[in-house]
């Protein structure tokens, strides 16, 4: 009998540690208290995070003032996810959300009530946005328009829709802060601001694991495109060796040094570059050409 | 005109579908290949172009628009026996159209007017000078981006 106590014992331990590891993590208390929001500035984080590109509705053209009613689907090995209505309709979408919850969904993945979110949503990306930077993008979706379409729940299978073991993904797989080393050249750490955090280039760009945990010994080495079409390109310099010129324009533009042109999601992260600052294109252009090379596999 | 065009549209499709059943693969590789020499063609006069935009070669009125009539002439083929249907990605070597071409014609066909718009008007503005130049590659690097978003599926 005392060996099933005993084994009771450990099982509830387990468990109880599992629902410990597992557990929704939160932001501390005061979190952007002390920052000014300005909508202006959160419309270029907006558009460096390419929030419009996942989140409009699959038919919406670019617009002024995005509606981001959601629905575009991402197929992925795991099942499909639906991108969901992140506008400012407070029933349908999280106009009836505070800064802190909103803070807590975008740079931890976990929703107002305490569930994880899975990571097609690139919070492992968007943790390394500032406390202001979060506040000025905030202050900007209020003042998109709303939508009352009601969010698609995702088609996951087991054991990928129980929520709460994505917990324990986070802790195993997602990188705490930024995988390229702190640089000395302030572009090039403006750059890895806006590549690693906002821009999130790596979730595309740099191969996946078997659980889908992206391999930073691969950062940005290309990866297979997970539409099962063809391959996201290796832009490390032993693959890409274009000039930091060349990749301003191609932020700019969209063209190549050889004028071909930007095609699919990539075109939508120029539409969204194109509208940053020119110094924040030289920025991610000095960040692509400071990347360690890697071949590719 | 727009009926008149999709019959002769569906026209030139049985016929060739037609003849690429009695022909099988070379028909559709023919008009695949043509199709990438068709866009080589766009991107070198587009190059010569940008490179007088960007400033890496001086402006000549001269060369800017002959370079700028040989796109708009590229631009403007007759897309009825070019994009033929079984001719996307997957189906022939060498293929990155999308299948939306065929279920969304009218959206394609929507963004090869832009950029026949958008090259016509650079035959005018790069004979002009160079800041109406730069100002027209705008123009016809909004419509290239627009379709390739939309129609080119990614590099195998």
Redesign the interface.
Known sequence: MAIWRGLGLVALCAAGAGWFLTAPASLPDGYGATHTPDPEAGQLVFAASGCASCHTAPEAEAAEAPVLAGGLAFPSDFGTFYAPNISSDPAAGIGGWSLPEFARAVTLGVSPGGAHYYPAFPYGSYQNMTDGDVADLYAYMQTLPASDTVSRPHDVGFPFNIRRGLGLWKRAFLPSGFVMPDPDDPVVARGRYLAEGLAHCAECHTPRNAVGALQTDQWMAGAPNPSGKGRIPNITPAALQWSQGDLVEYFTSGFTPDYDSAGGEMAEVIENLSQLPEADREALAAYVAALPPIPSP | MTRLFGLTLAACTVAVAAFAGSHANPALKGAVDARNAQ?SMI??H??LL?GMA?GDVPYDAATATAAAENLAAAAAMNRAVLWIEGTE??AVEGS?AKPEIWSDAAGFEEKAMMLEAATAAMVTAAGTDLDALRAA??DV?AS???C??AY?????
């Open positions: 866009m991107g070198y587009t190059g940008g960007k990605q997957g990155r590659m705008g690097g290239c981006g627009a390739h978003k080119r599926g990614p590099r195998n």
